[in-house]
């Protein structure tokens, strides 16, 4: 066999299966709060700015406005966010938090850090952390320029 076709000598594995096991853990914390870890990251995005529209809740996300439509309409139905019409543009959809958006902000504050509790071992600490994100920074800002 070929080294380089071998599974463990694959990026795409390791990244795809720490992603996994990550999205897994956020799932099991959200679940409580009845939210996937897709509405969490939408809460993440309109907590840092409310009030914006459905393209860049899509650009910031790396995702497709016809792959976060059908995430916003579920979250309006469960009363987290109101989407509206722009006033300058008809056009254009925008997402809001509701009270009940702003206040999950204050009862999900704890998730992060018991995601690094879970995460955190001997090669992967809060020293660390900072070198991964300029790296995997690094790879999606090459990945995404690839179209």
């Known amino acids: 066999m070929r080294e380089e076709l071998r599974l463990d000598n694959q990026l795409c594995f390791r990244l795809y299966t720490a992603s996994r096991l990550l999205t897994q853990a956020y799932t099991t914390l959200l679940s409580g709060y009845g939210l996937t870890y897709p509405q969490y990251l939408v809460l993440l995005v309109l907590w840092e700015k409310d009030a914006q529209p459905v393209n860049d809740i899509a650009k910031r996300l790396y995702l497709e406005t016809n792959t976060v439509t059908p995430l916003l309409q579920r979250m ?53 952390v900072p070198a991964l994100y300029g790296m995997l920074d690094d790879m999606i800002d090459k990945l995404a320029s690839i179209k």
Do not use: H, N
């Not at 902000?105 to 704890?110: A, I, N, S």
């Open 76 to 128: 309006e139905k469960e009363g987290i966010v109101k989407r509206s019409r722009g006033l300058r543009d008809a056009r254009q959809m925008i997402v809001t938090l509701t009270e009940k958006g702003k206040a999950l902000e204050t009862e999900l504050t704890g998730v992060p850090r018991a995601i690094g509790t879970a995460a955190y071992c001997a090669s992967f600490t809060p020293e660390t």
